[in-house]
């Protein structure tokens, strides 16, 4: 929950003893007022209320069946929380963002509302195994929407090339010619890259499947805590092994971090494509004018600038996933006020590359195709120059010499002025191998070279239905 006004003033402002710093009590003064706003990470961290709530509501139901302390005060305690819950969903009840951070402010307004029953919430437990926690929860419940949106992206792709499994386009290596392919096998790869992603985010989904509550600041606590209890209570698969590590760890962090920074990655060179696609020297597509910009002096302009700017947005994603990996760097175990630095970092990745896959879907989804100018891109360039050398394959002779045989039509074809090994005469063509015969010629069409290509994975028409016959499964069968 990322709350957008920054009101103080409202029902469940914070006032008087209880919304002191919770570690005040060791200071004879309170500090600077620089100080406090220098450390106060309530503007990051107010998006993980809910979570924090979730978490208090399970730790104080715990404290409570152990007996540490009474049903009647764990009821009152989970009543008010439920009370913050509802008024923070409906808007009554406003962050205060004097409160040092959501823990301290949730914590204050619960002891605000029901006395010093409030006060015994935080027993059994530290603001390092917390906010471990809630990080959990919080990645633990917005990463499947995330996944959801990839998987709208990979079906918005796969939608296209379905349409296109037929449309010639040609394939580059070293943004030079390289084989006839079509724009379906164009589309899946991009396709391919995504369910890569979604798969990369749910390996990192389940390690943090354990529960850090109870470890306290690094060392557990002396009271009787079910750890394993509260766990089942908040859905995790179990309980985190070792307490020191549980509360330095930020391995998921960087991990997912790391996982937005390949999905951003994968974005980039996309929309990379496009602009090119989108230029005059290539025409492939038409971007819909909805998604397009144009020009303060020169009047004709039609620019990708929702493209450049995802493509452009790529160095700050990479900036957070560093900004984290330098955190942990040479940090000692355990807790460090350092780690309160995570959660910027993270959300802010977190946040663009959902903003970039929405407007990525929405700006390839209404795209137009130039089907003739992609055709088009198949005829010259000698694409069909590795078909020759495969014909002469099939005709008995051996790869490295149908492929010198292949390079010596095209240079004799260069020689002649020519763009197309079809070009040259049969007599020509006989002149590089005997073997040549006039059945060439229809081999060496585009589209004859695209529908011989039917290994699994390849360019055909039979073999992209395939593909997007699975790919189609995969996003029924994982939307969340």
Known sequence: MKTTSKQTKSHGTLTGDNHKALWSGRFAEGPDAAAVEFETSINV???????????????????????????????????????????????????DYSAEDIHSFIEATLTDRIGEAGKKLHTGRSRNDQIALDERLYLRRVIPLLQNRIITTMEALVAIANEHKKTLLTGYTHMQHAQPGTLAQHLLAWTCMLRRDWERL????????????????????????????????????????????????????????????????????????????????????????????????????????????????????????????????????????????????????????????????????????????????????????TDVAEYLVQKGMPFRTAHGVAAKAVRMAIDAGLTKIEDLCIEELQQCSELIQEDIYEKLDPAACVAQRKTTGGPSPVTTAKQIKVLQAFCKKNRK
């Open 45 to 95: 961290d107010e998006r993980m209320a809910l979570d924090d709530i979730r978490g208090s509501v399970a730790h104080a139901t715990m404290l409570g069946e152990q007996e540490i302390i009474s049903k009647k005060e764990a009821a009152q305690i989970v009543k008010g929380l439920d009370s913050i819950e509802k008024d923070l969903l409906s808007g009554s009840l406003k962050i």
């Open 202 to 385: 749910e390996d990192s989904l389940a390690r943090i499947s354990e529960s850090p509550l109870g470890s306290g600041a690094l060392q557990g606590s002396t009271l009787p805590l079910n750890r394993e209890f509260v766990a089942e209570k908040l859905g995790f698969d179990g309980v985190t092994l070792n307490s020191l590590d549980s509360v330095s760890d930020r391995d998921y962090c960087i991990e997912f971090t790391s996982d937005f920074a390949m999905l951003q990655s994968h974005l980039s060179r996309m929309c990379e494509e496009i602009v090119l696609w989108s230029t005059t020297e290539f025409s492939f597509m038409d971007l819909s004018e909805k998604w397009s910009t144009g020009s303060s002096i020169m009047p004709q302009k039609k620019n990708p600038d929702f493209a450049e700017l995802i493509r452009g947005r790529t160095g700050k994603v990479y900036g957070d996933l560093f900004n984290l990996l330098t955190m942990v760097k040479g940090l000692p175990l355990a807790y460090d006020r350092d780690l309160q630095e995570d959660k910027e970092p993270l959300f802010d990745a977190l946040d663009t590359v959902e903003a970039n896959l929405k407007v990525f879907t929405a700006m390839v989804s209404s795209a137009k195709w130039n089907v003739k100018k992609m055709a088009e891109s198949c005829d010259g360039g000698f694409a069909n120059a």
